[in-house]
């Protein structure tokens, strides 16, 4: 049993943690109190897996190995009175005061260090009740406030104090043509560049596809915040499932980590995951282990808008769950090595990485996904998430030329270098995947190019920075 404390910062991690929380409840049975549900008839008591995720009291009280955070409190008291207000413990239900009002460095520098010793304190505390404590998952929105300054600042912190456990980050990314704020490619970039070395895996998921999922697959013309959380619910649910549950093929997180990052800095994986049906469609569907691996593989079923076809898959890990042969998982993974739609880079020549866990997917009452036997989760590391960093620095230039929005973030301390800093870094990171997509020679060429990034970085910050008025350096800035 390796324990897991899972981190839900800002508004979209603690309503997204919100639908999470209720969705292993029911998996495992429990009611909103955290005591045993009496409809629980199917759960292995005498299995400690699911206390990778829960510690249970003396009482048989399962509590969360969650932190919410947050800088003002209208989310979490959203929580607090809600129906799982008293599954979770109080303490580690964090806020403050002052709204990060959308801006990184307001969240990073201002009210960040008045939370950041409380935060650390609790997270101390859940560790001290880890029998194996294996890492942290992140949950936050790239493109808010709270959910990237804050985020950039106390992953600095968990890697001081936790150097050799993994931190995970489940983030929303800003969508290309849907935007909650104008100044999301700045919260993007800055966060993306800050987190590129304490970070060991990301998941990306943006608004805009997860609508036309839900169009399209689900047929709901006007899907809201809570439906999407609920997919993407199912989705993480069924990553962490080889943590919770036994298996046939057992594959924890980080296996999947190992098995899925090349380098250190390529660490952005695409997610699917299917099926996603409507009970009406689903009784005419035949959705066995073959056709559920030839949906996940299918380009409109991808999270994040970028198209995989025009990249080269670097690696595929392939997370089965419910009631799955593994000579099917087999004849599905050579249906799709022999098919032309899967393209590996030439020098990673198995690709594969696969875990199959017993235990079904859960429906969450009122969801729009029928109840299913199985599902597969699929997580790939692919060369086309370029174009998504390449849309993100394009709007980042466009505003900063002009130097728009800026001074909201020199006035709360923010250094103007910062933000040239961290375009040069995510520059570097394009460079890094299409040196990767276009090598056909081992990873010599790839070395090279990764350590000429990370030197020019390192000579980029020895430069002095401007100072926050000067406007002589603004007006260079127009060169970018």
């Known amino acids: 049993m390796k324990e897991i404390i899972s981190l839900h910062i800002g508004q979209s991690g603690i309503q997204f943690g919100n639908a999470l929380w209720e969705l292993y409840c029911l998996e495992h049975g429990l009611g909103p109190d955290g005591f045993r549900s009496e409809t629980a008839g199917d759960i292995d008591e005498g299995d400690d897996s699911q206390r990778s995720i829960f510690e249970v009291t003396s009482k048989c009280k399962y509590i969360p190995r969650s932190i919410f955070i947050d800088s003002e409190p209208s989310v979490i008291d959203e929580v607090r009175t809600g ?113 590129m070395e304490t970070t060991d895996l990301s998941f990306m998921v943006d608004n805009e596809s997860m609508y036309d999922i839900l169009r399209r697959n689900l047929y709901s013309d006007r899907p809201t915040y809570s439906t999407i959380n609920k997919v993407i619910a199912q989705v993480m649910s069924t990553v962490t499932t080889p943590d919770r549950f036994t298996g046939p093929l057992k594959a924890d997180l980080q296996d999947f980590q190992t098995n899925l990052v090349p380098y250190p800095r390529i660490h952005f994986p695409l997610i699917t995951y299917a099926p996603l049906q409507p009970i009406e469609v689903s009784r005419h569907e035949k959705n066995d282990v073959i056709d559920l691996t030839r949906q996940v593989f299918h380009a409109g079923s991808r999270m994040l808008q970028v198209d995989p076809r025009t990249g080269k898959y670097m690696a595929v890990s392939l997370i089965f769950r419910g009631d799955v042969n593994p000579k099917d998982v087999n004849t599905a993974i050579n249906e799709q090595k022999e098919s032309h739609l899967v393209n590996f880079v030439d020098w990673c020549p198995t690709g594969f990485k696969v875990g199959i866990n017993s235990s079904p997917p859960t429906r969450v009452p009122g969801d729009l996904i029928r ?12 060369s086309c ?62 070395t090279t190019s990764r350590k000429q990034g990370e030197e020019a970085y390192k000579h980029m910050n020895t430069e002095p920075r401007s100072s926050k008025g000067d406007v002589s350096s603004r007006k260079s800035r127009t060169a970018i």
């Open 371 to 382: 109840p299913c036997t199985r599902a597969v989760c699929m997580m790939t590391n692919n």
């Open 83 to 195: 129906t799982y207000g008293r599954f979770h413990h109080p303490q580690r239900m964090i806020n403050d005061c002052q709204d990060a009002a959308n801006n990184f460095a307001r969240a990073k520098y201002t009210t960040g260090p008045k939370m950041i010793d409380q935060v650390m304190r609790a997270v101390g505390e859940a560790v001290n009740q880890c029998d194996q404590f294996q890492g942290f998952m992140l949950f936050h929105s790239l493109g808010g406030g709270t959910g990237s300054g804050f985020l950039s600042y106390l992953l600095q912190r968990l890697q001081d104090a936790y150097p050799k456990k993994y931190k995970i980050q489940m983030s929303i990314y800003p969508s290309p043509m849907y935007s909650a704020a104008v100044v999301e490619p700045y919260n993007a970039v800055l966060t993306a560049a800050e987190t």
């Open 385 to 446: 998430l370029v174009d998504c960093f390449a849309t993100l620095t394009e709007k980042f230039r466009m505003m900063y030329r002009k130097s728009g929005f800026v001074h909201w973030y020199v006035s709360e301390g923010m250094e103007e270098g910062e933000m040239t800093e961290a375009l040069e870094n995510i520059e570097s990171l394009e460079m890094d995947y299409r040196d990767l997509a276009g090598d056909t020679q081992g990873q010599q060429e790839v």
